[in-house]
């Protein structure tokens, strides 16, 4: 049996694919989470200060 291939394009709505990339980047963090590679909040804030000058 031969194996068959193409290529597919498809438009997506904008506000569409930015969910879906944004529920991608929420996946992460909370695999991260899981994972135990968290950062203690007050430490996390005070590095944003520092790095912006805030």
Do not use: C, W
């Not at 997506?12 to 929420?26: G, M, N, R, S, T």
């Not at 909040?41 to 912006?52: G, H, L, Q, S, V």
């Amino acid at each position: 049996m031969a194996t068959k291939s193409a290529n597919l394009y498809a438009r997506i709505e904008p506000d569409v694919k930015e969910k879906a990339e944004f529920h991608e980047e929420l996946e992460k963090g909370y695999a991260d989470m899981q994972a135990g590679r968290t950062k203690n909040a007050k430490k996390a804030f005070a590095d944003i200060r520092k790095d912006y000058g805030l």
